[in-house]
């Protein structure tokens, strides 16, 4: 069953995740939850917060994408079909000397708020599987952008606090009736 999607401003999402060290049957119980929850919701990525957990666990899956992006898995380039859904465990971020460029993100926490975000466009991340064995990805376009977004999400940094003032204030009103609803719904996680 997919777990439930916690929206802004819980508590949870400012809650930095803390670092997997059992790499046991109950972590891909929970990598496996993800996936399915993300699936479900139609994202391309999910962070442990956003299910009310405070880990560095996220997951992504960009096949349903254009795939207008680069990347390669420990030096090799391997098919999306085998690496994806990919879940990052403990995940380190490394932008690239690359270009900054805006781009249109949206959020799970946040239905229907998009915004644009400058973000490198090349990164770096080493990260575990859900075997505890150590991986780096190198990524650029849209793979880059959701590793960016997920890992904030694992700091509890969201993508609000990333926009350009003027883009964040034209927000501003649905951002606070999210936040609203959320309280009126009775939702919020601590
Ligand atoms: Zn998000």
Redesign the pocket.
């Known amino acids: 069953m997919p777990l439930r999607i916690v929206h802004y401003n819980s508590p949870i999402l400012r809650r930095k995740g803390r670092r997997v060290v059992g790499f046991d049957a109950a972590l891909a119980e929970l990598v496996n939850a993800m996936v399915e929850t993300m699936h479900a919701a139609e994202?391309i990525?999910?962070?442990a917060q956003?299910v009310g957990l405070d880990l560095q666990v996220c997951v992504m899956d960009l096949r349903g994408t254009d795939r207008d992006f680069a990347w390669t898995l420990d030096g090799a380039s391997t098919p999306l079909e085998l690496i994806m859904p990919m879940a990052l465990i403990n995940p380190e971020v490394l932008a690239l000397p690359s270009p900054r460029e805006p781009y249109n993100?949206?959020?799970?926490?946040?239905p229907e708020i998009r915004g644009d975000v400058i973000r490198p466009t090349q990164i770096l991340v080493r990260f575990q599987d859900v075997h505890g064995t150590a991986h780096e990805l190198r990524s650029s376009g849209l793979l880059a952008r959701c590793v960016q977004?997920?890992v904030?999400?694992l700091n509890g940094t969201?993508?609000i606090d990333r926009m350009e003032k003027k883009v964040r204030a034209g927000l501003e009103t649905a951002v606070r009736d999210l936040a609203q609803r959320t309280r009126d719904s009775g939702t919020e996680v601590a």
């Not at 993100?105 to 946040?110: A, I, T, V």
């Open positions: 994202g990525g999910l962070a956003q993100e949206g959020c799970l926490s946040f977004h997920e904030d999400h969201l993508f």
